[in-house]
């Protein structure tokens, strides 16, 4: 089982949290105050090298048009 705080590093960590993670409390925490757009681009670095299967994971998770219009970076 993944550990909370590995998942926060996955997620961009304090950097781009603003917090450390270490609990399911925080990261459910984190979940709710709404995850930068940010958080999805580590993801898909993670998942994929290619930077286009990158994009195409991003956008099936989010449509483009509202990852774009999102402000939050």
Same mark, same amino acid.
């Given at each position: 089982?993944? %550990?909370?705080?590995? /998942?926060?590093?996955?997620?961009?960590? @304090?950097?781009?949290? !603003? @917090?450390?993670?270490?609990?399911?409390?925080?990261? #459910?925490?984190?979940?709710?105050?709404?995850?930068? %757009?940010?958080?999805? @681009? #580590?993801?898909? @670095? =993670?998942?994929?090298?290619?930077?286009?299967?990158?994009?195409?994971?991003?956008?099936? /998770?989010?449509?483009?048009?509202?990852? %774009? =219009?999102?402000?939050? !970076?």
């Amino acid at each position: 089982m993944l %550990k909370p705080r590995h /998942i926060g590093e996955v997620l961009g960590g @304090r950097r781009v949290l !603003g @917090r450390r993670v270490t609990s399911l409390l925080e990261l #459910n925490h984190a979940v709710e105050l709404g995850l930068p %757009k940010a958080t999805l @681009r #580590n993801v898909a @670095r =993670r998942v994929f090298s290619d930077a286009a299967d990158q994009r195409a994971m991003m956008h099936r /998770i989010v449509p483009e048009a509202t990852y %774009k =219009r999102r402000r939050n !970076g």
